[in-house]
């Protein structure tokens, strides 16, 4: 594990996520929380402490907590249904469908502990394919945060925005990487690293990867431009096409399967608008093996070295077919 | 008064056997088992403006057995929330009337239902709206019988029971028989009442196609405190079409020429 360095403070952006839930919840009494017994896994038992009735608590039924996040959203509320991510999107999908994103309605769908973060508890718990779920369903945008400024802003805009949405959130610690003042906007990737040689694109718990090995390239004479996606869809079209335009190649990194996720996604946009040298970033394929998340990431090549020799092949590649 | 209610729902039967005659499929079998519970519901239990279908202390009413939204569109251009002239565009290509309703295109539909076991826990949500506000406007929401045999439902009335809603209230639409089969063939969770009542729900049975007995069940006075209610309506699929009535081919068959002229005629001969 090369990542992060060890001297770097590391943090779990639920505490955003929470902290910023109480801030909405004190400002507007719509705001409710439906969980499926995982208050203390979404850490809202703070809120649970303050609004006694408005966290409502279904019980072990996921399929009943989208659907009664969707009445609620009838009724005037504005919940924040929170769940391990792989029982949301994996045992809810069409409720998710049918009762959030086809009836249009204001539920704010919060995926917790996604990706690998229950790593050592099997690929059961694993929700690595809920990029790709919910992305193929029109009407919900689809979120990754990559720290706990991006998760609290990324909140505060699910409140404000009239309509539903996908927060993927981890519970693994991740570095501060934008600054305090980020205002989070829909569909826009921003571009934390400049750079001409290649292009790194990830979002959630591995924008902070990618930035360290973007500092591995450039002591290896290579220059990467990072940007942090946070947003899966809608897809920021224009920065991908500006990022194959201006590096000849793009290297995806995500704590998902590589099918369907953060890579499909830049990948469908480079093909439609202007193929390049591509390589995706993720779990290849499998039912990932026995290990903590930052284990699993660097064992299918996404430590921040392992990230680096992908870019440094995908510059040869590059320059092969130049 | 019933006598009024029984009028409007013979028409609304006609207007839905013409519709799903003209627009050859539908189902018109389970569309004749809840049309007088959605007639009640409509011309006189539910508070509803069709000036203003999103009225925040409208009573909601869910129909989770979406594959009868034939049936709910009749009622809504009847009771006004739609242009009757409507009713004839039911599943032609681009209208807003498709084989199953959706809240987006059509004023009145309070959730998009289809797939089955999803109205009951959108309208356990509904109910613990109201709570919250400690408003006073009331969920309603129908399933079928076969419906019931899907998982979710029971963790909705699970919900139901341990946040004590009352003002909510379930209605199945007991027929005894699903797409394929009779509910004693093939998963038969009757009798409901036992099973509601083992849960916590208060719980009533009617005759599903009386008029006064729907009336009285969904009123406001009849309300446990404390507890959901769960009406169990005994209907018959096809009711008032002799050929169709309980019998299981009538799903979503659609009537030749012949078979229609005699459905017709017998809903017509009831007709006052």
Redesign the interface.
């Known amino acids: 594990m090369n990542a992060p360095a060890a001297n770097v403070a590391l943090h779990d952006c639920r505490d955003a996520f929470v902290a910023t839930l109480e801030r909405l919840g004190e400002e507007d009494r719509n705001v409710?929380v439906?969980c499926n017994d995982s208050v203390g896994s979404s850490k809202v038992s703070g809120f649970q402490d303050r609004w006694p009735?408005?966290l409502?608590n279904?019980?072990i039924?996921e399929?009943?907590m989208?659907?009664?996040?969707?009445?609620?959203?009838?009724?005037?509320?504005i919940?924040f249904v929170c769940a391990a991510s792989c029982f949301l999107t994996g045992r809810a999908l069409?409720?998710i469908k049918?009762?959030v994103a086809?009836?249009?309605?204001n539920v704010k769908l919060v995926g917790i502990s996604s990706g690998m973060a229950y790593g050592e508890l099997g690929a059961t718990h694993h929700s690595i394919e809920d990029f790709a779920w919910i992305r193929a369903l029109p009407n919900v945008p689809v979120i990754a945060p990559a720290d706990r400024v991006e998760t609290a802003a990324a909140v505060a805009w699910a409140k404000s925005y009239d309509g539903p949405c996908f927060l993927r959130l981890s519970r693994v610690g991740v570095p501060d990487l934008l600054p305090e003042d980020h205002v989070f906007a829909l569909g826009k990737a921003d571009r934390i690293c400049d750079g001409g040689d290649v292009t790194l694109i990830a979002n959630g718990t591995l924008t902070h990867r990618a930035m360290t090995a973007a500092a591995l390239l450039k002591k290896r004479g290579l220059s990467a431009r990072v940007l942090n996606m946070a947003t899966v869809r809608p897809i920021d079209g224009d920065a991908i096409v500006e990022a194959a335009r201006e590096t000849g190649a793009i290297l995806t990194c995500e704590e998902h399967t590589v099918f369907g996720g953060l890579g499909s996604a830049v990948a469908e946009v480079v093909v439609d608008e202007f193929p390049v040298p591509m390589k995706r970033l993720g779990v290849p394929g499998v039912f990932a093996p026995t290990g903590s998340a930052n284990f699993l990431l660097d064992e299918f090549g996404m430590s921040p070295e392992g990230i680096a020799e992908s870019a440094e092949a995908l510059v040869k590649r590059k320059r092969h077919s130049d | 008064m019933a006598s009024n209610l029984e009028q409007i729902a013979n028409w609304i039967r006609r207007r839905d056997l013409q519709s799903v005659y003209e627009a050859g499929a539908g189902h018109v079998g389970g569309e004749m088992s809840v049309i007088d519970i959605l007639t009640a519901l409509y011309f006189r239990i539910l508070s509803v403006n069709p000036e203003q279908p999103q009225d925040p202390d409208r009573d909601r009413l869910v129909l989770s057995k979406g594959h009868t939204a034939n049936a709910l569109y009749v009622v809504l251009a009847k009771r006004g929330f739609i242009p009757q002239d409507e009713i004839s565009t039911f599943l032609k290509p681009m209208s807003r009337l498709n084989g199953h309703p959706n809240r987006t295109k059509v004023p009145g539909i309070e959730t998009n239902t289809g797939p089955l076991g999803h109205g009951l826990p959108v309208a356990v949500g509904m109910a613990k709206a109201a709570k919250l506000d400690k408003a006073a406007w009331r969920t309603f929401v129908i399933t079928g019988d076969g419906e019931m045999q899907e998982g979710s439902n029971w963790e909705a009335i699970m919900a139901a029971a341990q946040f004590g809603l009352d003002n909510l209230t379930l209605i199945i639409d007991h027929n005894r028989l699903q797409q394929g089969a009779r509910l004693l063939d093939t998963n038969n969770l009757a009798p409901f009442a036992p099973k509601l009542e083992a849960f916590g729900w208060a719980v009533e049975e009617i005759d599903g196609h009386d008029m006064d007995a729907i009336c009285a069940a969904l009123s406001s006075e009849t309300v446990v405190k404390g507890k959901p209610k769960c009406v169990v309506a005994h209907t018959n699929k096809g009711q008032g079409i002799s050929f169709m009535s309980d019998n299981v081919a009538w799903h979503h068959k659609v009537p030749d020429s012949v078979q229609y002229e005699q459905a017709m005629k017998e809903l017509e001969g009831t007709a006052s």
Do not use: W
Not at chain 1, 67 to 76: C, K
Not at chain 1, 102 to 105: E, Q
């Open positions: 409710v439906v009735e408005r409502i279904v019980g039924a399929q009943n989208v659907g009664v996040g969707a009445g609620l959203a009838n009724g005037g509320k919940p069409e409720q049918a009762d086809y009836s249009d309605t």
